[in-house]
């Protein structure tokens, strides 16, 4: 099974540092989608079959928390896998965001984080074994 990706971060730069070492982690990828606010996630939500979300919190228009507040409230959506990728350093930001069922990294992160938090999050079947990290 082929993972379809939604990066959301409202910097261009890091959505393509992102993307790449996603591609280096190992996940089997699809399609991958970008966004630079969570007005635009939640949009391209509503375009796409996303299977997993990686969102920044800060973000101009609207952050991260609010779209993850929305996809929660959303019987559509409330179910799909969501990684938080961020800077962010108040844990209790970061605790509120974990009571959610989501996921959380710091960036930047290596390939090996990122697969072993999909690993967690989805299960080993949408990992490529034989590319190793
Ligand atoms: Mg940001």
Do not use: C, Y
């Amino acid at each position: 099974m082929a993972v379809n990706l939604l990066i959301v971060d409202d910097s261009s730069v890091m959505r393509s540092m992102i993307a790449k070492t996603v591609a280096m982690s190992g996940l089997k990828v699809g399609e991958i989608h970008q966004a630079a606010n969570g007005q635009e996630g939640l949009e391209q939500l509503g375009n796409h079959w996303i299977d997993l979300v990686l969102v920044d919190i800060n973000m101009p228009v609207m952050n991260g928390e609010e779209m993850i507040r929305q996809m929660k409230q959303d019987p559509a959506l409330r179910d799909t896998p969501i990684i938080v990728v961020s800077t962010e350093g108040s844990s209790q930001r970061i605790d509120n965001l974990l009571g959610q069922g989501v996921k959380f990294i710091h960036k930047p992160f290596s390939p090996e984080l990122f697969r072993d938090t999909v690993k967690t999050l989805i299960g080993e079947g949408v990992i490529n074994e034989d590319q190793d990290p």
